[in-house]
Structures are given as C-alpha cells and as structure tokens.
T-cell receptor, first 113, second 114 residues
C-alpha cells in the first residue's frame, strides 16, 4: 500500500448507529487531518493531529470523535449523526506542522439515513 | 481572515484548447498557494504549489500557475487540454501564520469535449 488509504470507501448508517472511519498513511508523515467535503462548499477542516497530538478542532460537533493512536493511523468515530452530516470525508497527511503540501486519501462517502 | 475565491463554478473546453482556471485569494501577507485536482471518486491530488521565488510555477500533467501579487491571483493554466483532464480543480491558500490551516475554494468543474 502506498500513499493515504481510507476505509470504508462507502458507508450508510442510521442516525442511531455508531461507526468508525479509518485512515492510514504510508508516507512517514507526522501530521494527519480530517476534512469534510459537501457539494458546492469549500473543504472544511475538522481536525488536525501532529505527532499524535490534536492541534486543531474547528468547532466540530461532539458526535464526531477523532482518535490518533500513532502517526500513521487516524480514526473518526461517528455516533448519533444527522442527515446533514452526509458528505465525503477526506483524510490527509503532511510531513509536519506548517505549510507542507497535504496528501489526500480517496475519501469515505458517508450517507446518514 | 484568509479566503479563496474560484469565480468559475463550471468550465467547458474542447480537447486541445488552452485552459485557464481562476483563483483569487484574500490574505495580507505572502501566502502559500496550491492547486489540487480531484477526479470522480478520488481524493485530491496536488498539481503544483507556490511558496516563494519564481512566480511562474510548473506542476504535473503539464499544468502551470502564475502568482500575481498585485491581483491577488494564482491562476492555473494548461496550453492544450486532454480529455483526461476533466475533473474538479481546487485552489488552496495557507500561510506561515495559519499553521496547519489550509483554506480551499469551492472548486471549478472542468468538462472536456472531443
């Protein structure tokens, strides 16, 4: 595996379900990110981790809970979601904190019913 | 606050024609600028970046972009478009003062007709 991988690629869940998104980067990077991509809106940065420590939380609702057990893995735990949370969730990584270019995974297409 | 504007929501060009996608940013100091491309069902791929130096930057797949400070612009160009260039294109801006924060535009969807 190379680059940034995300699983699952597609997820349909009810509002009462609990699920998790997984991201893994094989680039030796130290920073990882979660973005939300909705139609016709700019990418929204949700969370940033640098050396496993959370450095950014852009006022994301608590029904989204990130976890970064090491620099290569990032999870997004989901519970009690709303239909408006349906979107493409993208994971990215970069060499470090600061303005290094970010490398993106293919995303998880989430549908909340 | 930083912001990025991509005025063109959708552009259609003929294969072999030239292309220019517009990007304007709002930021007080010299920004870091990026162009990404997203094909259907895929994540974003970096086309090129500008941090400093020569204002004309070359990227992958034959793309280039020019940073114009006076116009707060970073337009993406390609002299001859191929059908495989059909995708969504995103401009992004960051800066030394924003840490990990990138600001993305809403994207421009490119259709290439034979």
């Amino acid at each position: 595996e190379t680059g940034v991988t995300q699983t699952p690629r597609h997820l349909v869940m009810g509002m009462t379900n609990k699920k998790s998104l997984k991201c893994e980067q094989h680039l030796g990077h130290n920073a990882m990110y979660w973005y939300k991509q909705s139609a016709k809106k700019p990418l929204e940065l949700m969370f940033v981790y640098n050396f496993k420590e959370q450095t950014e939380n852009n006022s994301v609702p608590s029904r989204f809970s990130p976890e970064c057990p090491n620099s290569s893995h990032l999870f997004l735990h989901l519970h009690t979601l709303q239909p408006e949370d349906s979107a493409l969730y993208l994971c990215a990584s970069s060499q470090g904190q600061g303005n290094y270019e970010q490398y993106f995974g293919p995303g998880t297409r989430l549908t909340v019913t | 606050a930083q912001s990025v504007t991509q005025p063109d929501i959708h552009i259609t060009v003929s294969e072999g024609a030239s292309l220019e996608l517009r990007c304007n940013y709002s930021y007080g100091a010299t920004p870091y600028l990026f162009w990404y491309v997203q094909s259907p069902g895929q994540g974003l791929q970096l086309l090129l970046k500008y941090f400093s130096g020569d204002t004309l930057v070359q990227g992958i797949k034959g793309f280039e972009a020019e940073f114009k400070r006076s116009q707060s612009s970073f337009n993406l160009r390609k002299p001859s478009v191929h059908w495989s260039d059909a995708a969504e294109y995103f401009c992004a801006v960051g800066s030394p003062n924003t840490g990990n924060q990138f600001y993305f535009g809403t994207g421009t969807s490119l259709t290439v007709i034979p």
